[in-house]
């Protein structure tokens, strides 16, 4: 268990510390000479099961807050402490407050140098404590009248916070791992170390991490060995103290208080999230773009409040927000933090993040609004079952899970027991409630009816402009997957570049038949380079605009492709010439115009008109001068229709 530290300065946290673990915490030289605390402490204390009581003191000067918040945001447990000469002060009030919005709501009181005062003082110490508390999530804490001084009353505190570890519960180990770096340093034969409280999942010595946000990737690191509650060990969990020695590319002035160890798949980050924010009852009103000091992990980033729901947060109210940081950071839904003024004086709110990944438009849409509402809710299928409804072009499941700081098994399961349609796009994953994904089928077949009865003529609609008609904004492996299972139930057809209702048909008129029978013959002769619509004009003897009108209809009617400008070749030939790119893809990883080329003979710029009709078409894409056979199995589909 981790015990932190609060209270005003010279109230004895360092000097109590050391009566109950025999370690000084002061471990600067100017701490020492000053004789107080200016940087974050660490003291360890075993206990008789073989655990390890561990303390945090912190500085409780009004100009050391920043320290103070860095090393009380991964505590278990706080030692309020109060000197009985003073009583409470503008530090014990503060503290005590951001502990509030830390959400610390485990504690003890120390009351301190009850040697120095007389018994009617120690009462009133008493009575002005038990006012102060009055409200507050550590309302009700027990007292303990000491002084470390003397050692009078200690062995009770000892006793009591020993018998709290024992019963404390450790921290869910589960998510991604992440640690918060609230120190950096070298040491003779080992390397560069960092410490910090895990906030999440799990860690060991051979484990690979990133150390962000350091610009581009972060740094890469190997954890060589690790301390967990100053002891060697082999892993360190969520709620441990940590001390990893870690290997990689990258030197101690390059790491700094602040930033995060973390899982790689966890190394996302941000420079903006949504939250919900509380104004402490003693605290004015937050208004909106108010500049702030924003303090989460170890980290103190400068930044401002964008209101969502309301002009001002009035005190002892909480509202939605969009916190606009000015550097990066880590964090993910539920991670807690202060917000201090622009002069980091005073402390004016805090709250918990809810999005890490908020959208750039419509952020005070009420359906917006509504979702984050549901991130408040700790249960994540609250969030994603709304999430799933309003999103009709699928869930970024990755993001949730990063949002989340899921597992990727926790994740998986998840999406089972939300009963989500998941498909795979790329590295991507998709997620879509099953009402939804049977509305877009449905909406597809809308648009092939619409479309049919526009243009009768027309053997269908080509993939591409499908997927727009059905929805602009719908990945293509999704729209690829929708095809492939309403093919499978037989309520659409496919007639090779096109798709169709299975009752719709496309056929010539007579004349029409007539005529492209009497030129066909031209585009045969040269199947991989058939001449012009005007060149066939002059050849036949037929007016070019007649020619060039029929060949628009037998187009429609699926039985000639417009590859270029005026420039038609057979059904036949373009399943040729698609057999061949993807032999081409196979045999050298993609298509080119010079390979094409020689294959089919001709020139070349026929070869990259050919190449990019495929492109249009979905069959390939082009990265850079090469075509790549898109991979879904859409395209292979295309190629057995043909």
């Known amino acids: 268990m981790i015990i932190g530290t609060a209270g005003h300065i010279d109230h004895g946290k360092t000097t109590l510390v050391k009566a109950l673990t025999g370690v000084d915490a002061d ?42 918040l860095a090393g009380a945001t991964g505590i278990d447990y706080v030692l309020l402490v109060v000197a009985a000469d003073d009583g409470p002060m503008p530090q014990t009030r503060e503290h005590l407050e951001l502990l509030g919005l830390l959400g610390l709501d485990r504690g003890a009181v120390a009351l301190t140098k009850c040697d120095a005062v007389d018994a009617a003082r120690i009462a009133a110490a008493r009575d002005e404590i038990e006012m102060l508390l009055a409200g507050t999530p550590l309302a009700g804490s027990p007292l303990f009248e000491l002084s470390a001084a003397t050692g009078a009353g200690v062995t009770a505190l ?122 402490p009852a003693a605290q004015p009103a937050l208004k909106h773009w108010t500049p702030v000091h924003v303090h989460l992990g170890a980290a103190d980033i400068t930044g401002r409040v964008a209101l969502l729901d309301c002009a001002e947060i009035g005190a002892g109210a909480s509202a939605l927000a969009e916190i606009l940081l000015d550097r990066e ?88 027991v939300a009963g989500l349609r998941v498909i795979a796009a790329g590295e991507q994953q998709l997620g879509f409630a099953a009402g939804g994904w049977q509305a877009l089928g449905e909406k597809l077949l809308a648009a092939l009816k619409a479309e049919h009865a526009r243009a009768p003529d027309m053997v269908g609609v080509e993939r591409e402009r499908l997927r727009r008609l059905t929805l602009p904004t719908l990945e293509r492996a999704a729209f690829d997957a929708l095809v492939a ?15 169709h209702l299975p009752e719709h048909q496309a056929s010539l008129a007579p004349g029409d038949r007539d005529l492209f029978a009497v030129l066909k013959p031209l585009l045969d002769a040269q199947p991989h380079g058939p001449p012009r619509v005007r060149d066939i004009a002059r050849a036949s003897g037929t007016a070019e605009d007649t020619v060039r009108q029929l060949f628009r209809r037998v187009a429609r009617a699926g039985e000639l492709y417009p590859v270029a400008h005026d420039h038609y070749f057979t059904a036949d030939a373009v399943a040729q010439l698609a057999t061949i790119v993807a032999a081409l893809d196979a045999e050298k990883g993609a298509a080119r115009a010079a390979d094409l080329r020689d294959r089919i003979g001709g020139g070349r710029k026929v070869a990259i008109h050919i190449l990019e009709f495929f492109d249009r078409i979905g069959y390939t894409r082009r990265v850079r001068d090469e075509h790549i056979l898109r991979g879904s199995g859409a395209s292979h589909a295309w190629l057995n229709n043909t």
């Open 158 to 279: 000892r006793s009591h916070l020993e018998a709290v570890a024992a019963a404390h519960t450790r921290r869910d180990a589960a998510g991604r791992f992440r640690l918060a770096i609230d120190r950096c340093f070298t040491l003779s034969g080992i390397g560069t170390v960092v410490t910090g409280t895990a906030f999440s999942g799990k860690v060991g010595a051979g484990d690979t991490a990133i150390i962000c946000p350091a610009g581009g990737a972060g740094y890469k690191a190997r954890v060589k060995s690790l301390h967990v509650q100053d002891r060697a060990a082999q892993n360190g969990q969520a709620g441990d103290r940590c001390a990893l020695a870690l290997a990689g590319d990258f030197e101690k002035r390059d790491i700094e208080r602040g930033m995060w160890l973390v899982d790689p798949a966890a190394a996302r980050p941000l420079s903006r999230f949504q939250a919900e924010i509380r104004v």
């Open 27 to 68: 471990r600067l030289p100017e701490e020492k000479a000053r004789g107080i605390t200016l940087d974050l402490g660490y003291a360890y204390a075993p206990l008789a099961d073989g655990s390890v009581l561990g303390f945090v003191d912190v500085p409780g000067h009004e100009k050391l807050i920043h320290n103070m």
């Open 485 to 499: 299972e309403l093919l499978v139930a037989g309520r659409i057809a496919a007639a090779r570049a096109w798709l």
């Open 329 to 416: 950071t880590l964090a993910v839904r539920g991670d807690r933090f202060v917000l201090r003024d622009a002069s980091a004086r005073h402390s004016i709110g805090g709250g918990h993040v809810l999005d890490c990944f908020p959208p750039s438009r419509h952020k005070r849409s009420p359906a917006r609004l509504a979702l984050l509402a549901a991130l408040t809710d700790d249960d994540p299928a609250v969030s994603l079952n709304l999430l799933a409804g309003q999103a009709v072009a699928g869930v970024d499941l990755d993001r949730f899970a990063a949002n989340w700081n899921l597992t990727a098994d926790a994740a998986a399961n998840l999406w089972r």
